[in-house]
């Protein structure tokens, strides 16, 4: 036998295992990291993580994920941020309003994109990601659609908060709707503002703003709008629950997806700092039957029909 013929099948399997390797390096080198920081551990952010991988995954970006919770205690986040820097991510995903704080405060510059929080730019934050707030012009959309006599629609709102909200919602007011906005910035000024809406309002339209309608004051304000009958459009179903008449409010899920849309633009060069806030994305609807015979309101079949939760 030739003796070059003897080398050849050796030298060949060589170069394709050189071969083999370097795409393996390749491959390894194309996919990108990133590392999602929780505020918690709460089925919701699981719903927007799916979300976002399956978007991810739908436009065929290679990637892999690493999932950190965020401490409780302030005094371990410095060393939790090290960790997080020393992973040297290419995007970090952050959920819920602590972890996207904690990391715009102390990522040094990590690029991230959020999802499941509620007015960014009153933490500093005024790009690159997904907020909660359905656009409001989707609830007026839905108020027009299923209760059609509200033509006086009453808002609440603090000076501080939500101005984006505040804004649209003049703007994209369609014409049949007249708006009455009150200013209110504490329980007192809020109980004012329900009584004098009372009067001139056919229903309140909420607006996530968690000084105003923050869990410990909600059960009084749903009381409050109650006993003047006031109907409720709530940013939450746990508020129909409560007393609502009805809501519309954010899919996490969809969150989700609509923050790996801003990771996407991201991955295909642009630069997050030009990439406008989000709006929530895909919406569910619920509507409080009990609350709606009560203050002795029509509810169309299709609205109870197409509602994702009712409440008989």
């Known amino acids: 036998m030739n003796p070059s013929a003897r080398l050849r099948g050796p030298r060949i399997v060589g170069v394709l295992s050189i071969l083999a390797v370097a795409a393996a390096m390749s491959s390894a080198a194309a996919q990108k990291k990133v590392l999602i920081v929780r505020s918690g551990n709460f089925p919701p952010y699981q719903a927007a993580v799916d979300g976002f991988v399956e978007e991810l995954n739908s436009h065929q970006i290679p990637f892999v994920t690493e999932d950190l919770i965020l401490p409780k205690e302030e005094a371990d986040i410095g060393a939790f941020l090290r960790d997080v820097r020393a992973r040297r991510p290419d995007l970090v995903l952050t959920l819920g309003t602590s972890a996207a704080r904690a990391i715009k405060e102390g990522g040094e510059g990590l690029p991230f994109v959020y999802g499941m929080i509620v007015d960014p730019p009153s933490i500093g934050i005024v790009t690159g990601g997904a907020t909660m707030e359905v656009r409001p012009s989707e609830q007026l959309d839905f108020i027009r659609a299923n209760f059609p006599s509200f033509k006086k629609v009453g808002v609440i709102h603090s000076t501080a908060r939500n101005r984006e909200v505040v804004r649209l919602l003049q703007e994209e007011k369609p ?124 509810i169309k079949a299709k609205t109870l029909q197409e509602a994702d939760e009712v409440v008989r």
Not at 209 to 223: H, K, N, R
């Open 175 to 298: 014409p049949d709707i007249e708006l009455k906005m009150i200013t209110a910035d504490t329980p007192e000024e809020m109980n004012k503002a329900i009584g004098t809406l009372s009067k001139e309002a056919d229903c309140l339209l909420m607006v996530s703003d968690s000084l105003l309608y923050s869990p410990q004051i909600a059960t009084q304000i749903i009381l409050d709008t109650l006993r003047c009958n006031l109907p409720i459009i709530a940013v939450s179903p746990s508020f129909v629950k409560a007393g609502a008449l009805a809501a519309v409010y954010p899919d996490f899920k969809g969150n989700g997806i609509v923050a790996a849309d801003v990771a996407i633009r991201f991955f295909a060069g642009e630069s997050l700092s030009s990439i406008p806030i989000q709006w929530a994305g895909r919406t569910r609807t619920s509507v409080n039957q009990i609350i709606a015979q009560r203050l002795r309101i029509a």
